[in-house]
């Protein structure tokens, strides 16, 4: 049988983590008081647990371990998937947060090895908040830019709205109530700053100029908009409210 087809076992794990330890100069134990595998070097206690799958089971048993010691390890065979892809990094980020460390360890024909992946250490918060300061500031300002709640929770393959999604749902209600009009006169309606980018990029296919500095709202727009009542009864009153004045002050200027 191929090496990847041989049936495993936790055991399996223990020898070569055993040996590394040993060759560092730790006493090696198995199974003590409910540990898998326990090295010792004066007063530093290392514990590491074994499990054929990292799965929640094996992350709650090793932070149980850490109420007698910090260096706690968990091991497991070596995934067969790419160890630089997003899903890996999730895992070493988790494993990361719980100030564990991680062993993997490979059955090769040529025999059986293993590797520390992560040392067990304290895990820096205040990094870790200044790395994902760009995702912040983004989710604040998508929150910002949404005018109401019309996703829900937990939803999959389910269309989702967005600010931009919103922004786009009002510029195409005061094209369809007015009109064409310019970018100008929609961003005084309160259409937004990127209202211009969303005009030129037609993400939807809802808008079309009809001349220079002049767009009006396509079939396919207005086909479309009808699926997003709640949304266009949020802006219906702000638009009647700002665009009668200001298309007609636009169309006067035109004649």
Same mark, same amino acid.
């Given at each position: ?14 020898? /070569? ?40 089971? %094996?992350?709650?048993?090793? #932070? ?12 497991? /065979? ?12 999730? @895992? ?27 040392? /067990? ?21 998508? @929150? ?7 996703? @829900? ?13 919103? #922004? ?6 005061? %094209? ?6 310019? /970018? ?53 009153? #702000? ?17």
């Amino acid at each position: 049988m191929a090496a990847n087809k041989v049936k495993r076992y936790e055991v399996d794990l223990y020898k /070569p983590i055993q040996q590394h330890f040993k060759k560092l100069g730790y006493d090696v134990y198995g199974e003590v008081n409910d540990c898998d595998l326990t090295a010792v070097k004066e007063n530093e206690l290392i514990i590491v647990e074994l499990k054929l799958h990292l799965n929640i089971e %094996l992350l709650v048993q090793a #932070a149980k371990r850490q109420r007698i010691t910090d260096q706690v390890y968990i091991a497991v /065979p070596k995934p067969s998937y790419n160890l630089r892809s997003k899903k890996w990094m999730d @895992i070493c980020h988790l494993i990361k947060r719980l100030e564990l460390g991680l062993i993997l360890v490979s059955f090769q024909k040529s025999g059986t090895t293993m590797e520390i992946k992560l040392h /067990p250490g304290e895990f820096n918060r205040k990094r870790s908040l200044q790395q994902g300061k760009k995702k912040r500031i983004a989710l604040l300002s998508e @929150i910002k830019g949404r005018h109401g709640d019309y996703n @829900i929770g937990g939803s999959s393959n389910t269309k989702i709205m967005t600010a931009y999604k919103e #922004a786009c749902i009002h510029i195409a209600r005061c %094209l369809e109530r007015y009109g064409p009009l310019s /970018p100008k006169i929609l961003r005084q309606m309160g259409t937004g700053d990127k209202t211009l980018s969303i005009l030129n990029k037609n993400y939807y296919g809802w808008f079309e100029r009809v001349k220079r500095g002049t767009y009006y709202l396509t079939k396919k727009g207005e086909v479309e908009l009808r699926e997003f009542v709640q949304v266009i009864q949020y802006f219906d009153p #702000a638009i009647e409210e700002a665009g009668a004045s200001l298309v007609l002050e636009e169309r006067q200027k035109e004649d």
